[in-house]
């Protein structure tokens, strides 16, 4: 813990002078987890993770990068057992530098088109106002988030494709994706290769459609389809979905948003999932920015009732532009469908190195 701290502050104030020339930008999340089970009792858990990125303009192209590190060992999922996940952090006992994201992307009047190793679920089936929320679900809906073995980001690792946004108007826009999912054959969580397979039986393909105006209305609309090649036990494994999500302003204070999607129903995944929640500016103070989020999301079984649901009441306050503190308690009820409830208090603290 302490080496990896030392290694974030070096790289927080080192990134004021190098930094600049090669357009970083750092941030650190630290996550302090008290879980508590109905059956089970109480558990501690940290986990830290480090995302360094930027780009450069090269020759009319764009080239991105982003270098993520990561300790704790696994998500509080792992304790918990709940669908919808906890926490989007999970290390898989990894506790090392690797690349994250890698591409390189060309913008011609509304179209931006580019190729290599980029996260769908920061891009597809995401609302703004939902991401103060520190369970994953109110950022993409479980059953996309979930979708194959290690769902659209497929993290720690990432697969290789090809990405495509055409803003139509100003505010209404149509995005296309396809990537090289990721196998369990394939899949070695302690090892830190990027994942590139370009295998013809595999793909993740994405489509969205939506009207979006800055801080305010936002309306989309999309679906996915997903096919693998299970080589091991020479079968074919196929998911495909639709989801949908309302977010508006009012007052530039009040950010209400409303989510959901339905996929393929599979015996033991998650096929449904239903989100909403509002997230509130400067709820208490004017002087410095705060935020208050107040969600619920509720996640379906195949021929189970009744689903799991998690309430989250989180606060976030801006203590300077470069550090925030954030607290939350998640009230968990049949954590995946387990007949239990649980208590998930966590404690975020956000570092972020300057803009260069």
């Known amino acids: 813990m302490n080496r990896w701290l030392a290694v974030c502050v070096l790289i927080f104030f080192t990134s004021n002078s190098f930094g600049k020339s090669l357009g970083m930008q750092g941030s650190y999340i630290l996550d302090n987890h008290w879980i508590t089970l109905s059956q089970n009792g109480q558990q501690f858990l940290t986990i830290g993770s480090l995302l360094i990125e930027g780009g ?7 080239v991105r990068y982003s270098v993520l ?12 057992g709940d669908g919808q996940i906890v926490s989007n952090i999970d290390t898989e006992g990894v506790e090392s530098f690797k690349i994250y994201e890698l591409y390189v992307s060309k913008k011609v009047s509304g179209l931006e088109m580019s190729v290599g190793w980029r996260d769908l679920s920061t891009l597809y089936n995401v609302t703004d106002s939902a991401l103060l929320f520190v369970n994953s679900s109110f950022g993409t809906t479980a059953e996309w988030g979930a ?8 993290y720690p690792q990432i697969g290789f494709g090809a990405h495509s946004w055409l803003w139509l108007t100003p505010h209404l826009y149509f995005g ?21 397979l370009l295998n013809s039986e595999n ?34 494994f196929q998911q495909a979905g639709v989801y949908g999500m309302l977010s508006a302003s009012f007052a530039n204070k009040y950010h209400p ?3 959901y999607g339905h996929g393929s ?18 709820a208490f103070s004017k002087n410095r920015q705060n935020d208050l989020g107040l969600g619920y999301t ?41 007949d239990q409830d649980g208590q998930v208090l966590t404690l975020r603290i956000h570092i972020r190195s300057p803009k260069s």
């Open 147 to 154: 979708t194959g073995f290690r769902g659209p980001s497929i």
């Open 203 to 236: 793909h993740m393909a994405v489509t969205e459609v939506g009207y979006k105006k800055p801080k305010g209305f936002h309306f989309a609309v999309g679906g996915w389809n997903m096919e693998q090649a299970q080589r091991l036990s020479r079968s074919r």
């Open 69 to 80: 590190g990561s300790h704790g060992g696994h998500s509080p999922s792992r304790d918990i």
């Open 257 to 259: 948003f409303l989510r």
């Open 176 to 196: 296309a994706a396809v990537t090289d999912p990721l196998t369990p054959e394939n899949y070695y969580p302690k090892q830190l290769q990027t994942h590139v």
């Open 56 to 62: 450069r303009s090269v020759q009319g192209f764009e």
């Open 298 to 338: 509720s996640a379906y079984l195949k021929g189970i009732k009744p689903p799991e649901e998690i309430y989250e009441m989180i606060y976030r306050y801006h203590y300077t532009k470069k550090l925030s503190l954030a607290l939350s308690s998640q009230w968990i009820i049949n954590p995946f469908f387990s």
């Open 265 to 282: 129903e599979h015996p033991g995944l998650i096929y449904a999932n239903r989100v909403a929640g509002i997230n509130i500016e400067n």
